[in-house]
């Protein structure tokens, strides 16, 4: 079994119906993940310990998902000098989930957090197999597979509609 490159965090198992959608394109690209729960608010020592810790065990990049005051993607990447990909979740009290994309996006010169969009964990997933390709062949080559399937799939359909 290879170990984890990719640490998949999320503030709240009730943001795992969102996140899990990394861990399945991770899995797809044949890229090692783990995922738990970390919260920067409920459990902020495992925060420190979990950020501190990553980049000797082996990670190379940590997703971080949370929703509302989503401290979590931020801080972590306070705490570690690996990149930190931020997915914002709609939590069900948001506004519209503006406070999840502001939380994480605004982060002040010298900590980037790289956002996706709302809900978006799929693309937090190809974007850090990307970021992991860069130092692997194998993902790359999984990666353009991947590519070419999005291709093939635009293909079909314009030849659905008759075009
Ligand atoms: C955040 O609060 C979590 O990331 C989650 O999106 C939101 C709601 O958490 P729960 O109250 O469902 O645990 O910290």
Same mark, same amino acid.
């Given at each position: 079994m290879n170990? !984890?490159? @990719? $640490? +998949? =965090?999320?503030?709240?198992?009730?943001?795992?119906p *969102?996140?899990?959608?990394?861990?399945? *394109?991770?899995?797809?690209?044949? @890229?090692?993940y783990?995922?738990? @729960? *970390?919260?920067?608010?409920?459990?902020? /020592?495992l925060?420190f310990?979990?950020?501190?810790?990553?980049?000797?065990?082996?990670l190379? %990049?940590?997703i971080?998902g949370? $929703?509302?005051a989503?401290?979590? !993607?931020?801080m972590?990447?306070?705490?570690?000098h690996?990149?930190v990909?931020?997915?914002p979740v709609?939590?069900s009290?948001s +506004?519209?989930g503006?406070d999840? =994309?502001?939380?994480?996006?605004q982060?002040?010169?010298g900590i980037? *957090?790289? #956002?996706v969009a709302?809900?978006? &964990?799929k693309?937090?997933?190809?974007l &850090?197999?990307?970021? +992991?390709?860069?130092? /692997?062949e194998?993902?790359v080559e999984n990666?353009?597979?991947f590519? #070419?399937?999005?291709?093939e799939? %635009?293909? &079909?359909?314009a030849?659905?509609m008759g075009?």
């Open positions: 170990s !984890p490159k @990719v $640490g +998949i =965090i999320m503030g709240s198992k009730s943001d795992l *969102v996140m899990q959608d990394a861990a399945d *394109v991770l899995k797809e690209l044949g @890229v090692a783990e995922i738990s @729960v *970390v919260s920067a608010h409920r459990t902020p /020592d925060m310990s979990y950020a501190r810790a990553a980049a000797d065990r082996g190379k %990049v940590i971080a949370a $929703g509302g989503a401290h979590l !993607p931020g972590v990447a306070s705490l570690t690996l990149p990909i931020g997915v709609k939590s009290n +506004i519209d503006w999840s =994309i502001l939380s994480i996006l982060m002040p010169n980037p *957090v790289a #956002t709302l809900n978006a &964990a693309n937090a997933g190809i &850090a197999a990307q970021i +992991i390709s860069t130092a /692997d194998h993902i990666l353009k597979k590519k #070419t399937d999005l291709k799939k %635009v293909e &079909a359909s030849r659905e075009s």
